[in-house]
């Protein structure tokens, strides 16, 4: 993940348009309100098992992002292992990544 896109979900944070934490990107995910997933690369297989499955499942993009210590001070929290943007512009500013790069 490049550093222009690490700034566009500090960006997303301050316009309202992410959702933390697990549960919550769950939750978003739930509702339709999540249009792309960012999980931590060093994220647990909970994680895997429960965001990254239902994201696929919903058709919503995952994109690895860096380790859950630089994923939270991003957004100005603590550690966190997935955040999803919900504002599909911004979205797009994180480009798609190779396979190599997906979750």
Aim: hydrophobic share 45%.
């Amino acid at each position: 993940m490049t550093e222009a896109e690490l700034a566009l979900i500090g960006l997303a944070m301050k316009a309202g348009a992410l959702v933390v934490g697990a549960s919550g990107v769950r939750a978003g995910l739930k509702r339709g309100q999540v249009v792309l997933v960012v999980v931590a690369d060093d994220r647990s297989r909970r994680t895997d098992e429960k965001v990254v499955r239902l994201a696929r499942g919903k058709g919503v993009r995952v994109q690895v992002g860096p380790d859950a210590n630089e994923l939270g001070r991003r957004v100005g929290r603590a550690p966190l292992q997935a955040v999803g943007v919900t504002d599909p512009q911004l979205a797009g500013g994180i480009g798609t990544v190779s396979a190599s790069e997906e979750a």
